[in-house]
Structure formats: structure tokens, C-alpha cells
């Protein structure tokens, strides 16, 4: 190996200005940072928007498949695959509501009925035990 690029840390003179550099460092990436933030807030609402495309297509997409199974099974029309498209897709934008208004808890326990309703089931599903 070769020694030729090698800098000598221990010189009095750079570690004096060590505390300088680290400090010009940690400015630099603090602004840099303040300026990137701003642009991953349209970065979270395209996230968010791609979720409610896809829990919206995705039931319909189950109900009609479903429906149409269904159908090809019993040898009917179309009379199924048209019920469970239009149920899919009150499924998918009843996963939307869920998805925006329930913060991602299960179907009708909110933080608000939670907080009402103290025999509410618990996330686990274990109730808190008073003694």
C-alpha cells in the first residue's frame, strides 16, 4: 500500500480547526435538509393517492372476478358479477373512509369510541383487567 495520499491528523493545526469544520458541516446539511423537506409533501399525498386508487380498484376488481366465478359456476347471466362489482365497489370506498377518516384502526373502533367506550376491545383484543 502507499503512503503517498495519507494525511497526518494529528498536526496541531487541523484538529484546531476540526470543531470549525464540524460546525460549517452540520449548517451545510441543516439547510440542505430545510430545503428538501419541502419537497416531500407532495411526495406523501401522491402515497396517499395511489392507496385510495388501489383499495378502490381493488374491490372492484375481487367482486366483479368474484361475481363473475360465481356466474360461470351456476350458469346464470351476468346477475352476480353485476351485484358483487357494485358491492366491491361499496367495499373499496367504504376501505377509503376507513383509510381517511379511521387512522388506520379496525372497521368502527375510532379513537373516539375508544376513549367513550371503555369496554371497546383493545387493539390486541385483551381487555384491561381492574383490580
Known amino acids: 500500500?502507499?503512503?503517498?495520499?495519507?494525511?497526518?491528523?494529528?498536526?496541531?493545526?487541523?484538529?484546531?480547526?476540526?470543531?470549525?469544520?464540524?460546525?460549517?458541516?452540520?449548517?451545510?446539511?441543516?439547510?440542505?435538509?430545510?430545503?428538501?423537506?419541502?419537497r416531500q409533501l407532495p411526495a406523501a399525498g401522491m402515497a396517499l393517492a395511489g392507496r385510495v386508487a388501489t383499495e378502490l380498484v381493488a374491490g372492484i376488481a375481487v367482486g366483479a372476478f368474484a361475481g363473475w366465478l360465481i356466474d360461470r359456476w351456476l350458469g346464470t347471466t351476468p346477475a352476480f358479477m353485476l351485484v358483487l362489482f357494485f358491492l366491491g365497489a361499496a367495499g373499496g370506498m367504504m376501505n377509503i373512509w376507513r383509510l381517511l377518516n379511521g387512522k388506520g384502526m379496525?372497521?368502527?373502533?375510532?379513537?373516539?369510541?375508544?376513549?367513550?367506550?371503555a369496554s371497546a376491545p383493545t387493539k390486541t383484543g385483551a381487555e384491561d383487567k381492574k383490580d
Open 106 to 117: 379496525g372497521a368502527g373502533y375510532f379513537s373516539d369510541h375508544r376513549e367513550n367506550n
Open 1 to 38: 500500500m502507499s503512503d503517498k495520499n495519507k494525511k497526518d491528523w494529528n498536526k496541531s493545526e487541523k484538529s484546531g480547526t476540526l470543531s470549525e469544520r464540524i460546525a460549517k458541516f452540520e449548517a451545510k446539511t441543516t439547510a440542505k435538509k430545510q430545503k428538501h423537506k419541502s
